[in-house]
């Protein structure tokens, strides 16, 4: 199985702070994503990377930013956390060369107060 | 990527065939359908996918019409551990879109 490993996996931060989830791969797998997942609205996607240095926007990308300066790692910074932010937060990696196949993280849950 | 429907919800007993529907008929030519299912709270699991013909693997099977306009996803003996939000999806790029999915519930 790949691995993947996302810290923290669970934080609580005030509004205005600034916050960055970590997603570690194991393997040096190309295409990686964040999602975010919320009741009553699934799973939305919020960025991904297809690259060292190569990311693009998804579905809900407004007040997030990513970076991705090495293939095993791609972080989520949120610059000023807002409460409309908490929710969890799950990695994928893509396996193989089928982006459609993806393995998740087990998500890291945060809540902004 | 083509909009999915399918049903909120579904009982299944244990032991018996659990049969998923999804609609996709606006499906295109170069989209695939992924089924993904997602078990209490951890990240969703990949299950199959398909473009055409029909295909099995050793979780599940997977029907799509000639027209491609609707699938079913079968799982052969479900079990309790089956319990689970199952999504269906039409990809062709990147941006694999989670719709609200069938929350199945296998029962005793």
């Known amino acids: 199985d790949a691995g993947i490993t996302q810290s923290p996996r669970h934080k609580v931060t005030e509004t205005g702070t600034p916050v960055t989830l970590r997603c570690h791969q194991t393997?040096?797998?190309?295409?990686m994503y964040w999602y975010r997942q919320d009741p009553g609205h699934g799973l939305r996607l919020i960025h991904y990377s297809y690259g060292v240095k190569d990311t693009d926007k998804g579905e809900v990308s407004d007040g997030y930013s990513v970076s991705r300066s090495k293939t095993e790692d791609f972080l989520l910074t949120l610059e000023s956390a807002t409460s409309s932010q908490t929710s969890v937060y799950f990695c994928a990696i893509s396996l193989g060369g089928n982006t459609g196949e993806l393995f998740f993280g087990e998500g890291s849950r945060l809540t902004v107060l | 990527d083509a909009k999915t429907t399918q049903p909120t919800s579904m009982d299944c007993a244990e032991g018996r065939a659990a049969n998923l529907p999804c609609n996709h008929s606006?499906?295109?030519?170069?989209?695939?359908v992924y089924w993904y299912r997602q078990i209490h709270s951890q990240g969703p699991q990949y299950i199959i996918h398909g473009l055409k013909n029909n295909e099995t693997n050793e979780m599940a099977s997977l029907i799509i019409t000639e027209d491609r306009k609707s699938s079913t996803l079968i799982l052969p003996h479900a079990t309790l551990r089956d319990t689970a939000v199952y999504y269906c999806i039409a990809l062709n790029n990147n941006d694999m879109r989670f719709g609200a999915g069938t929350r199945l519930t296998v029962k005793p």
């Open positions: 606006t499906i295109s030519g170069n989209e695939y």
């Open positions: 393997e040096n797998h190309r295409y």
